[in-house]
């Protein structure tokens, strides 16, 4: 028996924020001495956003259980393609120095904030189920 789509995005969200925590502690320790300021701290904006979206798709991964009718899974998908482009684009930046890929950032960022605007629209849409909230 396979797991649902909301399963999933929970699953998911919650390998990224410990992958988070690890790429944190990562920055935090390994990376101090080897990067400059300004890449580092392009590191640690990749990991915090990260951090933030690997909770977002959880609370999606809720939602979805919640209203199950409003589609709420678009803004799971655009979380995660969220953090490929923008976080993945920056560790690229600070990692390997690849500064052109910090022209993938700004998409990852409309990603984010398209998932956003999906989240809140679907939930607003929705009606309270019967009983009550």
Same mark, same amino acid.
């Given at each position: 028996?396979?797991?649902?789509? %909301?399963?999933? *995005? !929970?699953?998911?969200?919650?390998?990224?924020?410990?992958? +988070?925590? =690890?790429?944190?502690?990562?920055?935090?320790?390994?990376?101090?001495?080897? /990067?400059? =300021?300004?890449? /580092?701290? @392009? *590191?640690? @904006? =990749? @990991?915090?956003? &990260?951090? $933030?979206? #690997?909770?977002?798709?959880?609370?999606?991964?809720? =939602?979805?259980?919640?209203?199950?009718?409003? +589609?709420?899974?678009?803004?799971?998908?655009? *979380?995660?393609?969220?953090?490929?482009?923008? %976080?993945?684009?920056? $560790?690229?930046?600070? !990692?390997? +120095?690849?500064?052109?890929?910090?022209?993938? @950032?700004?998409?990852?960022?409309?990603?984010?904030?398209?998932?956003?605007? /999906?989240?809140?629209? +679907? &939930?607003?849409?929705?009606? /309270?189920?019967?009983?009550? #909230?």
């Amino acid at each position: 028996m396979g797991h649902s789509l %909301s399963q999933r *995005f !929970l699953m998911i969200g919650a390998i990224l924020a410990g992958s +988070g925590v =690890a790429a944190g502690a990562f920055g935090a320790h390994a990376l101090k001495e080897i /990067l400059d =300021a300004p890449m /580092l701290q @392009t *590191f640690e @904006t =990749a @990991t915090r956003y &990260v951090m $933030y979206h #690997a909770f977002g798709l959880c609370i999606v991964s809720l =939602a979805i259980d919640r209203y199950p009718e409003q +589609g709420l899974e678009k803004s799971g998908w655009f *979380f995660i393609a969220g953090m490929f482009l923008f %976080s993945g684009s920056l $560790y690229v930046v600070s !990692l390997a +120095g690849i500064r052109w890929m910090g022209a993938v @950032t700004p998409v990852g960022g409309l990603a984010f904030m398209i998932g956003w605007l /999906l989240l809140g629209w +679907g &939930v607003w849409r929705a009606e /309270l189920p019967r009983g009550g #909230a």
